[in-house]
């Protein structure tokens, strides 16, 4: 090839790349669909790319918020909930910005966000708080408000089984948890929980079958791949339990879910005030 025509070459094929390259709206839409395939990282990549271009797009400010809120990083968070706009904000925006506080360990400003909300969900967003604020009390009164709430959800109902579980009311969770689960079958939160209580009740197979599921359908999911390999442990199954653990090392597209957040928390801040404390 002559060196006239390969320069035409190169040239032709650079506009043709720069013609096939997506546009922020093509971003934005591929960005949603991995967010709701639970893909995070490529939701992440494609709304870098969108910001970049169009950092102050109310769309993906939002959609940037929730994918923060979904991988446990509540700063980030709040840092694109409040770059938003009053005019621009969802109808949830309270609640998200509660969740971002619970996730930034601020209790008090998880309450004051939610303060005027009375669904299930703000209800849940409460209860939390309370136990940051080691309130066990008011964290049961805020999940028994939440459960007969109008609009009681999955995710409500999973984190009241939680709370029961901790308090070692197994029973009164296995309830909770099959109505979460109920109420909807493909939450990420009502599976968790009914993992976590067949393991509970040593039926270690079904668990394990629940944590296989979870692993196709929430991909790099922190709590369910944590909650595998301990699973494939207890099973005797140690070089899968570290093949597990390998990629949980690596995955970084997930976070333990909120209430076992909390509880965590709680426990480390015992430890630190009553090193005698057992914590179960």
Known sequence: MKSGSRLAY?????????????D?????AKARQAYAAHDFKAAQINLANVLKA??????ALELHARIALATGDGAAAKASLTA???ANRPADFALLLGESALLREQPREALAAVAQDRSAEGARIRALAALLLDDEAGAAREFAAGETATGANARLLADYARFRMHQGDTAGAAVLAARALKADPGSLDAQLVDARLAVAGGDLGRALGVYDALTK????NLAVLSGKAAVLGDLGRIKEMQDVLAVAAN????????MTMVCRRRAE???ITAPTTAIS
């Open 251 to 258: 995955a970084g597209a997930g976070a333990p879910d909120t």
């Open 24 to 28: 922020p709206q093509t971003l934005l």
């Open 10 to 22: 190169v040239m032709a094929l650079g506009l043709l790349l720069t013609g096939c390259a997506d």
């Open 54 to 59: 169009q950092p102050g797009d109310p769309a």
């Open 84 to 86: 938003m706009g009053p």
């Open 269 to 271: 801040a015992i430890a």
């Open 217 to 220: 359908s929430w991909p790099g």
